[in-house]
């Protein structure tokens, strides 16, 4: 019995036919991301939104317009999970931690 999901616990997305970093792909996921945050389900988003960010970071750069959509989709999803909707509290919060310096992954902040 399937429950809709594939490798990493990620829902099907179209993945395995264009493949997981194929810009569709990103597309898929930054929708399904955007309908999970209209539902309340923004921290179910967040590592969608955070992927097909990066897809499209890889895939297209920085400077293309999908990849800037994606990312302001992404800072808004994060600043509803972290600042209660707040971007410039967010972007406080994202100086603080460069200055701070890279942590090891899992630990807290």
Do not use: C
């Not at 939104?49 to 800072?75: C, D, K, W």
């Amino acid at each position: 019995m399937s429950n809709g999901k594939t490798n990493g616990g990620f829902p099907k997305t179209g993945q395995g036919q264009l493949g997981a970093t194929h810009s569709e792909t990103a597309t898929s996921l930054n929708s399904l991301a955007l309908l999970y945050k209209a539902q309340g389900r923004s921290s179910e988003a967040e590592p969608l939104s955070q992927r097909a960010a990066r897809i499209f970071h890889t895939s297209l750069g920085v400077e293309h317009p999908q990849t800037r959509q994606v990312m302001e989709n992404y800072i808004s999803l994060l600043a509803d999970l972290r600042t209660n909707g707040d971007v410039q509290a967010l972007l406080h919060l994202l100086a603080q931690h460069e200055q701070d310096g890279p942590q090891e992954e899992g630990s807290s902040s």
